[in-house]
């Protein structure tokens, strides 16, 4: 007879793993990564493939050498890491760059704070943010569609959120004309423009994910639905009193918003524990995003708001327990 | 048909429940019995035999030892060996009876007959008389808390009791002896519940059982149909919904608030299948606990199955009578996978509350390897009690004892869907258990300083 194995109860467990809940966020990434490569190409290749190897290599490197601990890239978070700061990257961003993005992001974002589960701030979007502040130039310049095979050489223009805020700036209405449709930009084809990050390019294909993470049961509905839900509300009111301000079809469909509300605020680490906390932090959220995008300095707000909301989690987890069966009847 | 449930958290564990249709077999006598002074919540019995007596098959061989505390009868004929200490299925040492067998004599007063007696027939049971007798018998609840049964009837005096909800949920994986009680013994687990309900002077009575058991709610509801105050409860198939707070919830719509208070106090006294067939035949055939309904089962077990098992039989004669213990490592748990106790040996007695031996083997027996929590919140979803499971395990593992009690942790029940959930494999119930005997025993220290 083998041994008798002890231990407290419970002695079953579920199906659910760390490594399911990231893979499953890879493959809702792969429609917009689809996408991307109609979309932009070499570039988006690119982009993508080093992001996800040096988020991987640093990972790795740093978890090995500084921390001296066992590697843990099979668990998929430096996967998920790399794919989601290059889906917020211009196309036509050189290597270099990503590569200091990368760093910032495992390093800075991550590992300072003890790895995974212990960031209080979304990895990518530090990454992302900290490439906003420093390479301005290079992080703000769109390539246009239809270049598949130009990388550093593209041609760029302005995104749609740009001409929003353009438009808000001179308070020439007449500027909005230049927006794609809401079609267009639930697709993506959107030939004049500069077609923003590699990952906000097509609606569709973010809504998707989101179709896959709900019924995968690794998101709920809680925190996208109130972002797009407070973007839409918020700037239609705006919409309404002045005509300067975009459409709120436009403002939900057009930037990073769809990724951040799908993919980024969603970020089991950074946000709230309880869907009623998950409530109050989407609200923010989007309230932070209009506000950024129509007053602040940067035409997009998507990034600043979620890192924003970051830091309020633990606040907002503090102030939302969930209701304690039987309390109904206290008073 | 809509479902009744419990409104918050729970889980669907993997249900393998492979004895259902196993048909209960007797199990055999033991060659000893070993009868554990404590084999309920409360003081142990005080021993009523000395070394050398001779026993007959239910023998008072321990009075209670205290109000929260029940007599124990034997349920072999035989001598008493010795009055000694074993371990038991906690895992401590505690005192216990060992009787060797000799026969199987039984006491005259215990009417052996199939003959169903119902409730008309026997106008000379007055409610007083009814708790009295149960008092009497032994009987603690039977779905493994233990919770001596006579005390439930009669509640505190701000509290009023208005109906009885006898619980055939059976939501843990595996465990069918409820299931097989109800489908071989429903007559006599309905008179058992219009006993219990005389008892406790209520007008309603409930059965609540999960839709996994169709044939079950089919034949009480027929059984049941020309009593008006009895109603059949089918309910959606969710764990822990066999939790007292939580049938209660499902059954009756209301919440029982957190500790002390109980059941009675939103008007409702629960009692487990077994318990409503141990009244049943203590009241009317005179027969005291001493037998009774247990699954042994496992996935690699020969010949799992459902049995009649006289209480003091050791889990080795049982795992033996089904082909013997599985190759390789393997977890034995007294009682089901969620909530049952691995033991540390195979010659623990089956008790009162041994509803279940249940054998893991293999993969299922070892635990996975632990990762960071990933704060998905998802131990929170499921908890069934509102509580924050992943804070509760962080404060615990830091000794932050105080917070701990403000967030509640009292109100833990220990069913497991925290740590059955989480991604990360964390030993969320461990660290919770810890920290809970910690403030417990704060708590406890405070109210005597008082």
């Given amino acids: 007879m083998g041994k008798l194995i002890v231990s407290l109860s419970p002695h079953a467990h579920g199906t659910d793993s760390v490594e399911k809940n990231m893979f499953g966020v890879v493959i809702a990434l792969i429609p917009a990564i689809l996408v991307s490569f109609f979309y932009f190409g070499l570039g988006s290749v690119v982009v993508l493939l080093s992001s996800v190897a040096f988020c991987m290599f640093f990972e790795w490197a740093i978890t090995k050498y500084m921390l001296k601990r066992e590697p843990t890239l099979t668990d998929g978070s430096a996967i998920v890491t790399g794919l989601l700061l290059g889906m917020n990257l211009p196309s036509n961003l050189p290597v270099w760059i990503i590569i200091i993005g990368a760093l910032v992001a495992i390093g800075v974002g991550k590992m300072t704070f003890g790895g995974l589960g212990n960031n209080p701030f979304n990895p990518a979007l530090v990454g992302r943010c900290v490439l906003l502040v420093s390479f301005p130039a290079q992080m703000t310049s769109w390539p246009m569609a239809g270049q598949l095979t130009s990388y550093l050489d593209a041609q760029t223009g302005a995104t749609p959120l740009a001409i929003m805020k353009q438009a808000i700036k ?162 | 048909m809509k479902l009744h449930t419990f409104k918050i958290g729970g889980i669907h564990p993997e249900e393998n429940k492979i004895t259902a249709e196993v048909k209960t077999r007797n199990a055999a006598l033991p060659k000893v019995a070993i009868f554990p002074l404590g084999q309920h919540i409360g003081a142990p019995a005080k021993p009523v035999v000395k070394r050398g007596d001779v026993v007959k098959v239910g023998t008072l061989i321990a009075e209670a030892g205290g109000f929260v505390s029940a007599p124990i009868y034997s349920s072999v004929s035989g001598t008493v060996a010795k009055i000694d200490t074993r371990i038991d299925a906690t895992g401590y040492r505690k005192p216990v009876i060992i009787i060797n067998v000799e026969g199987d004599e039984w006491e005259d007063s215990i009417d052996r007959s199939e003959k169903l007696e119902s409730l008309a027939e026997h106008p000379e049971l007055t409610p007083e008389n009814i708790s009295d007798i149960i008092k009497k018998s032994g009987i603690t609840g039977m779905g493994g808390a233990g919770f001596p049964t006579f005390i439930k009837l009669c509640p505190p005096p701000t509290a009023k009791a208005e109906c009885v909800i006898i619980n055939g949920v059976e939501c843990e994986p595996y465990i069918t002896s409820d299931y097989r009680l109800m489908m071989e013994h429903a007559e006599e687990v309905i008179v058992g519940l219009q006993l219990l309900m005389k008892a406790a002077k209520v007008e309603r009575g409930y059965i609540g059982i999960e839709e996994n058991k169709p044939e079950a709610i089919k034949l009480l509801t027929q059984l049941t149909a020309d009593d008006s105050r009895i109603e059949i409860v089918a309910l959606a198939q969710k764990y822990p919904q066999g939790g007292e707070k939580q049938l209660v919830d499902a059954v009756i719509n209301r919440q029982v608030p957190a500790p002390p208070a109980i059941p009675v106090n939103v008007g409702a006294i629960v009692q487990n299948v077994g318990t409503a067939y141990a009244v049943y035949q203590m009241v009317m055939k005179h027969k005291p606990l001493f037998e009774r309904y247990t699954t042994v089962t496992g996935k690699k077990l020969k010949n799992p199955g459902n049995y009649l098992v006289r209480m003091g039989t050791t889990f080795a004669e049982l795992i033996h009578a089904c082909g013997g213990m599985p190759e390789g490592d393997n977890k034995v748990l007294a009682g089901g996978p969620m909530m049952g106790k691995s033991v540390m040996s195979l010659d623990v007695p089956v008790t009162k509350g041994t509803n279940s031996i249940t054998i893991l083997s293999g993969d299922e027996a070892h635990r996975k390897s632990v990762q960071p929590c990933i704060r998905c919140g998802k131990c929170v979803d499921v908890c069934p009690m509102g509580l924050e499971p992943y804070l509760l395990a962080t404060l615990s593992a830091n000794k932050l004892y105080e917070r701990l009690e403000k967030e509640d942790v009292t109100s833990c029940m220990s069913c497991g869907s925290c740590q059955f959930t989480c991604p990360s494999h964390r030993p969320i119930l461990d660290n919770i258990l810890q920290g809970k005997g910690v403030v417990m025993g704060m708590i406890k220290a405070r109210n005597v300083k008082k």
């Fill in chain 1, 170 to 331: 001179s308070g020439d209405v007449s500027i909005l004309d230049k927006l794609p449709s809401a079609t267009q930009l639930l697709l993506g084809s959107n030939p004049t423009l500069g077609l923003g990050t590699i990952g906000e390019v097509c609606a569709l294909a973010l809504l998707l994910g989101l179709a896959f993470l709900l019924w995968k049961k690794i998101i709920t509905w809680h925190i996208p639905v109130s972002i797009i839900a407070t973007v839409l509300v918020f700037s239609g009111l705006l919409h309404l009193v002045n005509p300067i301000y975009a459409n709120p079809l436009s403002e939900i469909l057009s930037g990073g918003l769809m990724l951040g509300a799908i993919f980024m605020a969603t970020d089991y680490v950074t946000s709230p524990m309880t869907h009623k906390g998950q409530l109050i932090y989407g609200i923010a959220i989007g309230f932070l995003t209009v506000v950024i995008r129509n007053w602040g300095s940067y035409p997009e707000g998507m990034s600043f708001a979620i890192l924003i909301m970051n830091a309020f989690t633990p606040i907002i987890n503090l102030s939302t327990k969930p209701k304690r069966f039987g309390e109904v009847m206290k008073k």
